[in-house]
């Protein structure tokens, strides 16, 4: 089983500011299967970004995400206050396994 | 646009088997190019992908539950069908399903979740 490592647990910023979210995996990931969703309490996941790159249909360009092997990032440029939520990271390489997320939360 | 509904009983007893059902409006679950999906997350945890169907009938499971689970679609209902046997306290949690295109083989990001359902296992 592929492990996801999501750091760091909790992320403190502002509206503005950028945010830097980390997702290593146990395992290098065949073509950079790698997603992120966003998840609001209450709510069902939201795809932002599958392939490790490519941003989900309706996703503002300030989402970004990048890496490969097994380390990932995802970058929110500016934040907004909308953009408050616990992130995951998703591997497909291998069944699936999720990160156990990062709270980016309002400092 | 394609919605996703779970539906469940809510409460199932210790031992006794869970059956959830989704499904799937705006859309038939027979496209040629879409998988099904069922995750779960107990409160305040992470997510746990549980299986995957193809309405052809194929099928993928987590190894950590494949002797537990069931997969089943009836597509004359535009529905997929989840069963988790010998259910116990551990297997509380918010049901979702979910649907993806395939990327990497079969396996795909998620596009599309249902809301999700809450099934707390208690006697």
């Known amino acids: 089983e592929i492990v996801l490592t999501q750091s760091p647990g909790t992320l403190s910023l502002s509206p503005g500011e950028r945010a830097t979210l980390s997702c290593r995996a146990s395992?290098?990931?065949?073509?950079?299967?790698l997603a992120w969703y966003q998840q609001k309490p209450g709510q069902a996941p939201r795809l932002l970004i599958y392939?490790?790159?490519s941003r989900a249909t309706g996703i503002p360009d300030r989402f970004r995400g990048s890496g490969s092997g097994t380390d990932f990032n995802l970058t929110i440029s500016r934040l907004e206050p909308e953009d408050f939520a616990v992130y995951l990271c998703?591997?497909?390489?291998?069944?699936?396994?999720f990160g156990q997320g990062t709270k980016l939360e309002i400092k | 646009q394609l919605q996703l509904q779970e539906s469940g009983p809510g409460l199932v007893k210790p031992s006794e088997t869970l059956s959830l059902t989704c499904t799937v409006s705006?859309?038939?679950?027979?496209?040629?190019?879409?998988?099904w999906d069922w995750v779960r997350q107990p409160p305040g945890k992470g997510l746990e992908w549980i299986g995957t169907?193809?309405?052809?009938?194929?099928?993928y499971y987590n190894p950590s539950l494949k002797s537990r689970v069931t997969i089943s679609v009836d597509t004359s209902k535009d529905q997929f069908l989840l069963k988790l046997s010998s259910v116990t306290a551990a297997d509380t949690a918010v049901y979702f399903c979910?649907?993806?295109?395939?990327?990497?083989?079969?396996?795909?990001?998620?596009?599309?979740w249902g809301q999700g359902t809450l099934l707390t296992v208690s006697s």
């Open positions: 979910a649907r993806h295109i395939p990327a990497a083989g079969a396996m795909g990001p998620f596009d599309s």
């Open positions: 705006g859309g038939s679950i027979s496209g040629s190019s879409y998988y």
């Open positions: 169907i193809h309405y052809s009938g194929s099928t």
């Open positions: 395992q290098i990931l065949s073509s950079s299967y």
């Open positions: 392939g490790a790159s």
């Open positions: 998703q591997q497909y390489s291998s069944l699936y396994t």
